[in-house]
């Protein structure tokens, strides 16, 4: 059987080769990134092919592309070495002293108006145990947690809860627009939408809450306001951009909380439409380490936030 020959004669460093050789497109570079030289990159990847009976890459004037049969095969090698590392990380975590290891999934309001402000104080509290956290999208942390490579995720509200999870709401949020220090607006006390159809905007990407937000706060004018060539969902573009042109932007107030308080943005006087769904932890019904459930109490007992942050 091929799983049997796949399990008796394959190496994990074949397998880490064929990821670096379609990240790259070329087998010199991925040779390169894994410290091999080139002969023995293509000798381990014909063996590979000999192997499974079937061609990988397909070879061009420029390098190489994978196959169809390789880009179907790509992501699963790709959760397989991901666990592979996580393996490692646990027992060198554990080499160290660790009593145990949480990996927490968090989208980016929730590092800036949550994580970041209750982590420091658990882990003094609970210096034997690791706590890694992994920024990413909320579809992303969904299929972390529901295979099993997350064991808690901080998220929205989800429309509907996966069977066998549960959701604690920990930090409500609403939407704001945000300006940089010493823009005109900020000075008055009520800033209304017609008042905004003359200002430069920073988009977030379409099929987003804050696109959708963008587009509801304008309806009644009838028409929208300039914007600039930029969109972005990233919070370090956002800031850079904010502090080099006269601009504004639509934001969840939990993303930019810390930013605020700084000094580095300010909030205008406006009324903006949406509410946000809270943010908040999502879980197995019965988590399997004691760390989470020793973080989670924490989350819920230290009451991060239960109302809307406040702007100073």
């Excluded at 930029?230 to 573009?237: A, D, G």
Aim: proline fraction near 7%.
């Amino acid at each position: 059987m091929l799983l049997n020959r796949l399990l008796a004669r394959t190496r994990l460093r074949q397998l880490q080769l064929l990821v670096l050789i379609a990240d790259f497109g070329s087998i010199q570079r991925a040779a390169d990134a894994a410290g091999q030289t080139q002969p023995s990159a293509t000798k381990a990847l014909a063996e590979l092919e000999r192997l499974v009976g079937l061609s990988l890459f397909e070879r061009h004037a420029r390098g190489v592309r994978p196959t169809l049969v390789c880009r179907d095969l790509l992501p699963r090698l790709r959760s397989m070495l991901g666990s592979l590392s996580g393996c490692a990380e646990m027992l060198a975590a554990a080499a160290e002293g660790a009593q145990g290891v949480v990996t927490v999934g968090a989208i980016t309001g929730a590092v800036s108006g949550l994580l970041g402000r209750a982590l420091p104080d658990f882990l003094d509290r609970h210096a034997k145990l690791r706590v890694e956290v992994v920024e990413d999208s909320h579809h992303a942390l969904l299929s972390g947690l529901a295979m099993q490579t997350l064991d808690m995720v901080l998220v929205r509200e989800p429309a509907t809860l996966a069977s066998g999870t549960r959701f604690t709401p920990l930090l409500e949020d609403r939407v704001v627009a945000v300006a940089a220090p010493g823009h005109p607006l900020l000075r008055r006390r009520e800033v209304h939408a017609e008042q905004l159809l003359e200002q430069l905007w920073i988009l977030a990407p379409l099929a987003t809450q804050m696109h959708d937000a963008f587009e509801c706060l304008f309806k009644s004018c009838g028409q929208l306001p300039k914007r600039t060539p930029l969109v972005t969902r990233s919070l370090p573009m956002l800031l850079e951009f904010l502090r080099a042109r006269p601009a504004l932007a639509l934001t969840p107030l939990s993303l930019v909380q810390p930013f605020v308080e700084t000094g580095w943005l300010q909030v205008l006087k406006l009324q903006c439409p949406d509410a946000l769904p809270p943010i908040g932890m999502l879980v197995h019904d019965v988590p399997e380490k004691q760390g989470v459930v020793l973080l989670g109490e924490y989350l819920v007992h230290a009451q991060c936030a239960v109302a809307p942050p406040s702007i100073k």
